[in-house]
């Protein structure tokens, strides 16, 4: 994407890849989003989110987590562990 810098934005140019990943746990389905942005070199950074929608009977549940590095080009290391461990927490908390 192209860089953006008017009135209500600024950002620098990124590259983003989006990918879809089913879930199946116990008696929940759905699936979660995961999207991850790298800003150009000039301006280093990383954006990774992850957001899960599951479902059970009449419940849907809806939970995000995101970890934004600036000055940073590396992902997060332990991002993808840790929206799973979340998600796992939400779910066990509803029942």
């Given amino acids: ?11 620098p140019a990124y590259t983003e890849t989006v990918r879809v990943q089913p879930l199946e746990d116990e008696t929940w389905s759905g699936f979660t989003v995961i999207r991850h ?7 280093p950074g990383t954006a990774d ?7 059970r009977v009449n419940v849907v549940l809806v939970d995000a987590y995101a970890i934004y590095q600036l000055s ?3 992902s997060g290391s332990q991002f993808d562990a840790d929206w799973k ?3 796992g927490t939400v779910v066990q908390r509803v029942g």
């Fill in 37 to 43: 942005k790298e800003y150009e070199k000039t301006h």
């Fill in 85 to 87: 461990k979340l998600v």
């Fill in 49 to 55: 989110v992850a957001v899960t929608i599951v479902q």
């Fill in 1 to 11: 994407m192209a860089a953006v810098d008017n009135d209500t934005r600024n950002e």
């Fill in 72 to 74: 940073n080009a590396s």
